[in-house]
């Protein structure tokens, strides 16, 4: 059974991921939620709070994330470095620091944007961050080849508490949905499957891609 480590695992699509295959994975959480961590105190952009263990991981998926929608006017310079340390920071030092424990064809898998893909109003902060993470994606891919996998993926909003706030009425649920080519919001069962095939040897000649999982809303003007 492949070790999986998972950074941020009280996200909604973690949580799923975890439930839907903890039979499949042996899974190792990371939170800062008690109820979703295997150990205490856990706080991403301070390595001595890390798991430390000898465990070899076969995969490892950062869920740490924001979603700061404002005005480029109205955001301060200290929400930028806030959202560059949650994104990227924190996912820089996870891979420093768990790279000695990743196995020969193991799969790590990053979560980006359709921000990283397409301009969007108020997105200024979410897109210079979503966007390092594919280029990281993409230069990691390529030193880390043959032996390590490197993939991200870039959802449009979906059902998660994170995004709780912008579907909070049906009226916001209905705007939204109406925009999508499909006519539909995806939610975490869909950033799941798509994290289990990453993971899995299904997808073991797949490294280096920025897959959009976004009904369509990256290419498609219909």
């Known amino acids: 059974m492949k070790n999986i480590l998972i950074v941020g695992s009280s996200s909604s699509a973690a949580k799923k991921l975890f439930d839907d295959y903890k039979d499949s994975y042996n899974f190792i959480r990371l939170s800062r939620s008690e109820d979703d961590t295997d150990i205490i105190g856990f706080n991403v952009l301070n390595p001595d709070t890390?798991?430390?263990?000898?465990?070899?991981?076969?995969?490892?998926?950062?869920?740490?994330?924001?979603?700061?929608?404002?005005?480029?006017?109205?955001?301060?310079?200290?929400?930028?470095?806030?959202?560059?340390e949650?994104?990227?920071?924190?996912?820089?030092?996870?891979l420093k620091f768990y790279q000695p424990n990743l196995n020969q064809n193991s799969s790590i898998?990053?979560?980006?944007?359709?921000?990283?893909k397409i301009g969007m109003p108020f997105h200024s902060s979410v897109s210079i961050v979503k966007s390092a993470i594919v280029g990281?994606?993409?230069?990691?891919?390529a030193e880390f080849a043959p032996n390590i996998r490197v993939n991200c993926i870039s959802p449009s909003i979906f059902k998660s508490n994170m995004s709780s706030r912008f579907l909070r009425n049906e009226q916001s649920v209905e705007r939204i949905r109406s925009k999508n080519p499909l006519n539909m919001i995806g939610d975490p069962t869909?950033?799941?499957?798509?994290?289990?095939?990453?993971?899995?040897?299904?997808?073991?000649?797949?490294?280096?891609?920025?897959?959009?999982?976004?009904?369509?809303?990256?290419?498609?003007?219909?």
Do not use: R
Request: aromatic share 14%; net charge negative; with cysteine.
């Open 50 to 84: 890390y798991y430390k263990t000898e465990i070899m991981f076969d995969g490892l998926v950062y869920f740490p994330g924001s979603i700061n929608l404002k005005p480029f006017k109205n955001l301060k310079i200290e929400e930028f470095y806030e959202d560059f």
């Open 109 to 116: 898998v990053f979560i980006s944007s359709l921000a990283s």
């Open 190 to 222: 869909d950033i799941a499957k798509l994290l289990h095939f990453l993971l899995s040897d299904d997808s073991k000649w797949i490294t280096g891609q920025n897959i959009a999982i976004d009904g369509g809303m990256s290419t498609l003007k219909i």
């Open 136 to 141: 990281l994606c993409s230069s990691l891919a």
């Open 86 to 94: 949650i994104n990227i920071v924190g996912l820089v030092k996870i």
